[in-house]
């Protein structure tokens, strides 16, 4: 069979195809999908109100049984077709509709990317605003003014996510190895760098152990039903599965890439940072006396006077929001890579071709969730606005579909030997035991439990 070092295995068909050069860069490209804004302004505010440690324990439950085993099932179904989303399911599953599960990935991903480029948008802003000064204020009515200032204006709004294409469509267009897999080794370890600095500044401060108990004290009478159901839903979001970006990056692996234990340390790696972005936030939050919100207005109103309030606070905001940027960047980049790799691949445009044509589709309809908040505010589709639209459409509706799918295929339809072959690479991994237990995971839990999601997701549960 084929060599296990080799990175270009199996036939000359696939030699010209790009991919991830090393194990290293599989792990930070990966990781850089998974960590995104789900760990900056979801994660830490969903513990602190859902009972702290309490609810990590439930996160840490509902990601070993839902998001992981997605993961595992998307990475190896990629890396044995080698193609995009949609090329991968019909390759597994020829002449059957199991490609819609692809196509439903490749939709979800760009209406992502429709409205996360207009967030990412606000963080790319506020970098420039930290710098000048335009957010320095210990007042969250005055950052609260800077950012309805900003979310309202229309050109504002399309600017910054036009910048932001720009950057994510430049570096998807420089291809896999030379573009995600460099800039993602350069900028992970910034990340940790910035986040473990942020965190030491926010642990020094006096009054932190406030915020560290409102972060950790664990609270069993929160875990409700309700709750237990987002951290389900959480766990999807957060790993990036469900919508062919793992499909995508699976298909860029090495053949000698050991697919659970890297699953399995992005996941590990993953809820180190969301943790970690707690601890930056959260002691701060409290020392200075300021109210834990959640979402928009933790990271765009309150963040922003809670850094002012310290010594050096510019810098240190300066510093948050590059390292918000750049975990949302490695998020988009996945994302943008599902629909960049179909018509690549599939309909044969070239990369840079097929990387302008998404960019540009994708400002088009992603300026419906920009202007959402001003010229479009009153536009409701099922009476939400786009951006809202897009939100639930694919956090409700397309990602859990897909991860049910994916299991439901991997775990029933696909077999057990296949899965176990490449799971295990040929035989050259002594996994067996692992492989045999997701597959159990695969065919008996996870897609129960994605569909109770998906029935709570729709209001039905
Ligand atoms: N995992 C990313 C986050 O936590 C979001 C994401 C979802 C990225 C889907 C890619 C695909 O922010």
Redesign the pocket.
């Known amino acids: 069979m084929a060599t296990q070092r080799s990175n270009k295995p199996i036939g000359s068909r696939l030699a010209a195809r790009d991919g991830f050069t090393s194990g290293l860069g599989v792990l930070l490209a990966t990781l850089g ?7 900056i302004w979801k994660f830490p505010s969903l513990t602190g109100t859902n009972g702290g440690a309490a609810f990590i324990i439930v996160y840490l439950i509902s990601t070993l049984l839902v998001g992981l085993p997605v993961m595992i099932a998307e990475h190896v179904m990629g890396r044995t077709a080698r193609a995009d989303a949609i090329t991968t399911l019909r390759k597994l599953a020829p002449g059957k509709l199991w490609w819609l599960v692809g196509a439903a990935g490749v939709l979800a ?1 760009f209406l ?1 990317m429709a409205f996360y480029t207009e967030v990412a948008g606000w963080v790319f802003a506020y970098i420039v605003k930290a710098v000048t000064g335009g957010i320095l204020s210990t007042d969250p009515a005055v950052t609260g003014q800077a950012f309805a200032d900003l979310i309202a204006s229309p050109s504002q709004s399309l600017l910054w996510q036009w910048i932001v294409l720009a950057w994510v469509g430049l570096i998807i267009a420089l291809g896999v190895s030379k573009g995600i897999e460099r800039v993602t080794k350069r900028l992970m370890p910034i990340l940790l760098g910035l986040l473990v600095i942020i965190c030491i500044r926010s642990l020094t401060l006096p009054g932190a152990a406030e915020g560290l108990k409102f972060l950790f004290n664990p609270d069993f009478t929160k875990l409700t039903g309700p709750v237990v159901l987002a951290a389900m839903g959480l766990s999807f ?4 599965v469900g ?1 062919g ?1 793992m499909i995508t990056y699976g298909s860029y692996f090495r053949e000698d890439q050991n697919i659970p234990a890297t699953a399995a340390r992005v996941m590990l790696a993953d809820l180190t940072v969301s943790i970690l972005a707690g601890i930056a936030i959260f002691p701060a939050v409290f020392s200075y006396g300021f109210e834990p919100g959640a979402g928009p207005s933790l990271l765009f109103i309150t963040i922003p006077s809670v850094f002012a309030s310290m010594p050096l606070g510019q810098v240190f905001m300066i510093m948050f929001f590059i390292l918000t940027a750049i975990a949302a960047t490695g ?1 988009m980049l ?2 943008l890579e599902v629909p960049v790799a179909f018509l690549n691949e599939k309909l044969r445009l070239p990369r840079v071709t097929a990387t302008i044509v998404t960019v540009v589709l994708l400002a088009l309809v992603g300026s419906t969730a920009a202007l959402s908040s001003s010229t479009l505010a009153s536009t409701k589709v099922l009476g939400k606005t786009f951006f809202d639209l897009f939100d639930f459409a694919t956090s409700n509706v397309l990602l859990p579909v897909g991860g049910f799918f994916i299991t439901l295929f991997v775990g029933w339809v696909w077999g057990k030997a296949q899965v176990m072959n490449a799971l295990t690479n040929q035989g050259a991994l002594k996994n067996e035991r692992i492989v045999n237990l997701f597959i159990g995971v695969c065919k008996f839990v996870t897609p129960v439990l994605v569909f109770i999601v998906l029935l709570n997701g729709l209001g039905l549960f």
């Open positions: 999908s998974a960590v995104g804004l789900g760990n991903s992502i979001f957060k790993l990036s919508m970006t998020a996945s994302l």
